[in-house]
């Protein structure tokens, strides 16, 4: 099977994020970048599962050159080739998902895998726009019954299951009262969560082959997407500063100070 997968480039969580003086942005100079969480996890759940039905897994990501270091580290962990869609203005979901739709078409994938958000806007749309434009069917917050202490997850099996006749993908996904299990046709879109898989490291030997896998450069108006944002962001700005807490010499001052101050008793 072919899988694609995504691979946005988003700030180091470990960072410090500020906000510029103007509200316009957040400060850049001195961050560090990575692989979105959920993206990775995405790389990894494609990769277990063509390492048992075979195929091919190809990453994709939107963004200036910088954005090469992300798709570089998914072929270190063993992806097979990259699409790097090359655009540097700014971009809102419904943007994303059209630029995905299309790689989509010229790629023609079995499944596509996508972070269920990103860790630094936080839409959870990309995926659900994507399914949409497609016309296939989705299973997001993909997630799996198997702890990641299982023997299931040290023998890195996929938790994304094939049906026998290969035709369709059964997806675990968290619901609000536990799990819920989903059968979607292949082609679909799948989307990511947190507890789907531990995703493995990058290999010296992966990194060494990662430096001579291709990546195909494409552009949104080589794939005739009209990328101008339907959503702008008006301004940023930081949340208010928490107050320090205290320590109190007893409970009984402890339930005056919620009673009387916070007035949450």
């Not at 943007?95 to 010229?106: D, H, M, N, R, S």
């Not at 860790?119 to 726009?129: E, L």
């Amino acid at each position: 099977m072919k899988i694609l997968v995504t691979a946005k480039r988003v700030e180091d969580p470990e960072s410090k994020i500020k906000v510029k003086p103007d509200g316009s942005g957040i400060v850049q100079e001195g961050l560090k970048y990575k692989i979105n969480p959920f993206d990775e996890i995405g790389v990894e759940e494609g990769l277990r599962l063509v390492a048992k039905h075979q195929g091919e897994v190809v990453v994709v990501s939107i963004g200036g050159k910088e954005v090469q270091e992300q798709l570089r580290h998914a072929l270190a962990m063993g992806a097979h080739r990259a699409v790097w869609v090359n655009h540097t203005g700014p971009l809102d979901q419904l943007g994303i998902a059209g630029l995905l739709q299309k790689v989509t078409e010229k790629e023609k994938p079995d499944l596509v895998i996508l972070g269920k958000q990103s860790i630094d806007d936080d839409q959870n749309q990309v995926g659900q726009y994507l399914a949409e434009f497609l016309g296939w069917g989705q299973a997001t917050f993909a997630s799996k019954v198997e702890s990641l202490e299982s023997a299931e997850e040290k023998n890195k099996e996929p938790a994304v299951k094939l049906t026998a006749d290969k035709k369709a993908v059964q997806v675990v996904r968290e619901v609000d009262n536990g799990l819920a299990t989903l059968e979607c046709q292949l082609p679909a879109v799948v989307t990511t969560d947190l507890r789907l898989n531990q995703p493995r490291y990058a290999s010296l030997p992966g990194i060494m082959k990662a430096k001579s896998k291709p990546i195909e450069e494409l552009t949104p108006a080589g794939l005739g997407v009209d990328v101008a944002p339907k959503i702008q962001v008006l301004k940023l700005a930081s949340p208010p500063a928490r107050k320090a807490g205290i320590k109190v010499p007893d409970v009984a001052t402890l339930v005056d100070k919620l009673r009387n101050e916070a007035k949450v008793v």
